[in-house]
């Protein structure tokens, strides 16, 4: 995979890092970032993400959106205006069922959904790092309408940045991310909002943990939360079903019921083994 | 602070960290271990942890109970029996409530409550560590009925092992915990339980991070849900109202009222900082 010319529309933590893992890799001969702040460009391009920076989407061979997901179809739309025809248009969003729409209306470029699962609740450029995606999975999206050379190319993109690479189909992708990455971050929001500032100092690793990712920036989660709504609706329905038989089994003070409740949580947690990267906060 | 003969029941992770802590700093002359299995005790004392083994109680300046909350009470009678008159005994357990009766019924040891909160989804000795108390918190209880010295002595002991301290009653420290450590171990065994084995390859960080207390031991959380079943379901309710919040404002696709939700409890996460520790994971 060597592309001569990629474009990063929105560098922070996710852009960013696949400026440097293209750079790092030798997987693009330049690499151009676009944002909407010129500052935030140029220190991308002093930590070396990109080469080069615009304010408005430039032709290139791959370009890869990487803004909050209720964006991504306007930028998409004007990535195409810009585009030379053929181009690959892909974006790192966490939905994708909106986003496949853009296969009935781009006139240029060839949609593609990616989305790497790797990030952070820290966002901007200075997180970013050329290892991100090293050993994590990103999930390629597809539909009957999808160009199968370019899901082809996406793929190969990824796997050169190091990642591995499973193809779904965008509304099987927004269902099982509702389950996986959506409702955890409801949960972690709705648990840390029960926090007493003066409790503050008896929360220890465990509520730290389980509400990390409630520091993910509002403006992208909002987005989230909105295109994928069904699902989540779904998911948080499902989970207050199970947190019902705990509250159900505590009330009782049926010691048998907790403990096969705990212990099926157990085998479950435990199946997915230690987390995946180095802690990064 | 320097103790002549310390006496640790229940030689697990926390027990076998309070002994390599008591060891590494002189706080202890020699180190007893006391539990159930003889094998456990001699990997123990391999480890360093403690200095000789015993299968019951033996006398000791201080008595410190490891053991799971539900079995703290008999523990301690048992050691008052083998006391030499004004002994300490504490315990390092997750509630405090009902183990303050024991004022009621010791007839030679002193007994004040101690909650170090510092642990971790693992258990057993080889994961003990001497630098797990360090700018750490313990909470020290006492009730009117407690000995003002013996409060004074075990949080001198938690401070010689590197721990802040804070005093609290046990019913205090009951409630608060409640919200600060039961209520996400609750919330996180619930949130394991929705995922299907299918999904696990899409389960990142954000999902095993919110989740990793899930794989506590249930032995040690299905006491600790026992004990402190009214605060716990207290805070249960109050969970759910935050989550009702969450649920309403999807459902109604209001963006200004998710964005709002979403920012508060950014707030009140970031108010608490990155994670205490290093990954233990």
Redesign the interface.
Known sequence: MKIDTLTIVGVGLIGGSIGLAAKKRGVARRVLGVGRHAASLERARQLGAIDEPFMDVQAADLIVLCTPVDTIFDHALAADIASKPGTLLTDVGSTKGMVHDLELVLRRARYVGSHP????EKSGVEFADANLFQD??T?VTQTPATNVDAVEQVCAFWRALGSRV?IMGPVEHDA??A???H???????????????E?????????????????????I??GI??QN?AA??T??D???D??A???KA??A?D?SA??E??????K?????G????????
Do not use: N, Y
Not at 117 to 120: D, E, I, N, R
Not at 268 to 272: G, H, N, S
Not at 274 to 281: I, K, N, Y
């Open positions: 699962l790797a990030g952070s994590r999975l999930v499973r099982a991310l389950f996986t990455s409702l955890p971050h409801v949960v972690a929001a709705a648990l840390a909002a029960t926090l007493w500032a409790d503050r100092e008896l929360a220890a690793t465990g509520f730290r943990d389980t509400t990390r990712v409630a520091s993910g920036d509002p403006s989660w909002k939360l909105l709504r989540i609706l998911a948080l499902q989970f207050s199970r947190l038989e705990f509250r505590i009330e003070s010691a907790i403990d409740l705990l212990t099926k949580a157990k479950v947690r435990d199946a997915l230690a987390s995946a990267s180095p802690r990064r906060d």
